[in-house]
């Protein structure tokens, strides 16, 4: 989709994404002349039905992790369905986890934390941030796309 | 006011690619599987998974390198069949390691990742579900087939459910229609609705390799496997009894 501001005959360009956690999606997008800002707003459903796609809206922005779609979506699996292994052993480079973070984190359904976990390390190490907290994992989901993490 | 096209910069979501990097995926991982045969049928309870199973333990017997897909999200019974030990899929960048059942036979199957006794249930709005689930359920099998190490395989058995829908949806994912083998009990019943899921795959291009008849003799009585022969030129490529042997099955597999 591709968003055009009337007045200055420009399209405009993506500008952030928004997951605020209830099923909604907002995604705005800025005209590059006169600066204008519009928002897209998805209800649930909308949301639900781009999710169920396994696309993004605003792009995909790191590669889709296996059965993603499965681990993120499915409210009922089993906590010991997946052993996730790293393929690069964390080295001194690994960002750090603070406890708040861990603690978010704990809150996520093991069906689906191992594959979070990656991801976010993944973010912090590509950025070189040397910690993860509650806000870098707010800026990463809304970054990412990552409904339903 | 300018249209889509007219607007030169690219589309920043760019869906359609993120769709065909979906479908890159699928068709890299299953480049090492040198067949893909769809178990199906238009009719439930004849026994499609039963016979999956056994077929692929006579072709692992015989030798072959074996895969069972349980495409059956919502009834799937493959690890009970091939006895699947519970235990938790590696997963690394590379992909999930299918669980290895009876035969060596490679499994992934919705019933290895669900709570015991679960049901399939997705998170998100529960009013009109309809919309999007069949969509989820869609994106499930593709990545049954996308994200699974598979390695190498002669044959890649799909246990579809009944009807016709993952069969269509697994048309699109793969971008051409798999092999099929269906499977029908004798009665007229049962060969009325496999007829119009054999018409379709027809339509849609596949190959049908055989028609095996299941649970043959004692109360179920017709002629369904040989009206379907003579009706699509097929071969009936197996009559199962109600206690086949193991040679039943690798007569089967030896047909195929």
């Keep these: 989709m591709k968003f055009l501001c009337v007045d200055c005959d420009q399209q405009m360009a993506f500008g952030e994404r928004e997951l605020p956690g209830d099923g909604t999606l907002a995604a705005t997008f800025k005209c590059p002349t006169c600066g204008r800002v519009v928002a897209l707003l998805t209800n649930p459903m909308e949301t639900q039905l781009v999710s169920s796609l396994g696309v993004v809206i605003g792009g995909k922005t790191v590669p889709a992790q296996p059965l993603e779609t499965v681990r993120t979506m499915v409210a009922t699996g089993r906590d010991d369905a997946f052993e996730d292994t790293a393929r690069r052993p964390d080295g001194p480079t690994a960002a750090a986890w603070s406890s708040e973070a861990q603690e978010r984190l704990g809150r996520v359904p093991n069906f689906v934390r191992g594959m979070v976990k990656k991801i976010y390390a993944d973010y912090a190490k590509e950025r070189g941030i040397t910690e993860i907290t509650p806000a870098i994992m707010d800026t990463a989901r809304a970054e990412l796309g990552l409904e339903g993490m | 006011m300018r249209t889509y096209h007219e607007l030169t910069n690219p589309d920043r979501s760019g869906l359609l690619d993120q769709i065909l990097t979906q479908r890159r995926r699928v068709a890299d991982r299953l480049a090492g599987v040198r067949r893909t045969i769809a178990v199906m049928s238009g009719k439930g309870g004849v026994g499609k998974s039963y016979v999956t199973a056994h077929l692929a333990r ?32 590696r997963t690394s960048d590379d992909g999930v390691e299918p669980a290895i059942g009876l035969d060596g036979v490679k499994c992934i199957s919705m019933a290895l990742l669900l709570e015991d006794g679960a049901p399939l249930a997705f998170k998100g709005p529960s009013a009109e579900s309809f919309v999007w689930r069949g969509a989820m359920e869609a994106s499930a099998l593709r990545e049954f087939l996308g994200d699974v190490n598979w390695g190498n395989l002669d044959t890649l058995l799909l246990d579809l459910p009944p009807g016709m829908q993952r069969y269509i949806e697994l048309c699109d994912i793969l971008g051409k229609p798999p092999a099929v083998l269906t499977v029908t009990i004798p009665t007229p019943e049962s060969r009325d609705a496999v007829r119009r899921a054999m018409r379709a795959a027809v339509e849609q291009g596949s190959e049908i390799v055989g028609i095996v008849e299941n649970m043959v003799g004692r109360e179920f009585t017709g002629t369904a496997a040989d009206d379907l022969a003579k009706e699509f030129d097929r071969p009936v490529v197996a009559r199962i009894p109600w206690h086949p042997t193991a040679d039943t099955w690798s007569a089967l597999a030896t047909r195929l």
Excluded: M, S, W
């Excluded at chain 2, 006579?58 to 235990?87: M, Y």
């Design chain 2, 58 to 89: 006579a072709l692992a017997r015989a030798g072959q390198q074996v895969g069972i897909l349980d495409a059956d999200l919502n009834g799937p019974t493959i690890p009970r069949l091939l006895e699947t030990p519970r235990a938790a899929h």
